[in-house]
């Protein structure tokens, strides 16, 4: 089959993931195709915080535990090696350009063996001061807004398969 098509058939959403960190070359692999993604009026307004750090990794957790009064322990990033942030500060289409730039990442990643997840916490959190603190001390500009974020790292779990996916979606007039 068509690697492409391969790649977009068999991606899912990782959620246990190995200690072994992503290298640098598949990073920036990854971070390259994402800046490849079409943006509303090729603004490209996205910025992407990679987070590999061990303390901030666990800075995120703590904040994100908090602000949730969850258990200290509640991870909603899998405790992957490799958490990226993607923020946009485009006046256009900033969701769906950032969106895009995730899938990119998820299929690139995919495509090099890495698995991924969308991470939907950090942006229901925008708001709150002790997360706007913390998209301070990661560099988060100030002038983006923070639309998702992605799990990276190898998949310590069983391969998922697909959901099964809805029918009648698809109208083809011809
Ligand atoms: C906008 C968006 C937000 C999501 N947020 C989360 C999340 O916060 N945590 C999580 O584990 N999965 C999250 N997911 C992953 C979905 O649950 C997953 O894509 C869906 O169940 C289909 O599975 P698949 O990705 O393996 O095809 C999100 C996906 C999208 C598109």
Same mark, same amino acid.
């Given at each position: 089959?068509?690697?492409?098509?391969?790649?977009?058939l068999?991606?899912?959403?990782?959620?246990?993931? #190995?200690e %072994?960190?992503?290298? $640098?070359e598949?990073?920036?692999? !990854?971070?390259?195709? &994402?800046?490849y &993604?079409?943006s509303?009026?090729?603004?490209q307004?996205?910025?992407?915080?990679?987070?590999q750090?061990?303390d901030?990794?666990?800075?995120?957790? %703590?904040?994100?535990?908090?602000?949730?009064?969850?258990?200290? $322990?509640f991870?909603?990033? =899998?405790?992957?090696?490799t958490?990226?942030?993607?923020s946009n500060?485009s006046? !256009?289409?900033?969701e769906? $350009?950032?969106?895009? &730039?995730?899938?990119?990442?998820?299929?690139?990643a995919?495509?090099?063996?890495?698995?991924?997840?969308w991470?939907?916490?950090l942006?229901?959190?925008r $708001?709150?001061?002790?997360?706007?603190?913390?998209? #301070?001390?990661?560099? !988060?500009?100030?002038?983006?807004?923070v =639309?998702g974020?992605?799990?990276?790292?190898?998949? &310590?779990?069983?391969e998922?398969?697909?959901?099964?996916? #809805? %029918?009648g979606?698809v109208?083809?007039?011809?």
């Amino acid at each position: 089959m068509n690697e492409v098509i391969n790649s977009i058939l068999t991606r899912r959403s990782i959620r246990k993931y #190995k200690e %072994t960190q992503v290298s $640098d070359e598949e990073l920036n692999n !990854i971070l390259e195709c &994402a800046q490849y &993604a079409p943006s509303g009026m090729n603004n490209q307004g996205w910025h992407f915080t990679v987070v590999q750090n061990k303390d901030m990794l666990k800075k995120i957790k %703590t904040v994100v535990s908090e602000a949730l009064t969850k258990p200290a $322990d509640f991870d909603p990033f =899998y405790n992957s090696p490799t958490i990226i942030i993607v923020s946009n500060s485009s006046n !256009i289409t900033p969701e769906a $350009d950032s969106a895009l &730039a995730i899938e990119n990442i998820f299929l690139s990643a995919h495509s090099l063996g890495l698995g991924s997840c969308w991470i939907n916490i950090l942006n229901g959190l925008r $708001d709150n001061p002790k997360v706007q603190e913390l998209f #301070k001390e990661l560099q !988060i500009p100030e002038n983006s807004t923070v =639309y998702g974020s992605v799990s990276l790292g190898y998949n &310590a779990g069983e391969e998922p398969s697909a959901p099964p996916r #809805k %029918t009648g979606t698809v109208t083809i007039l011809k």
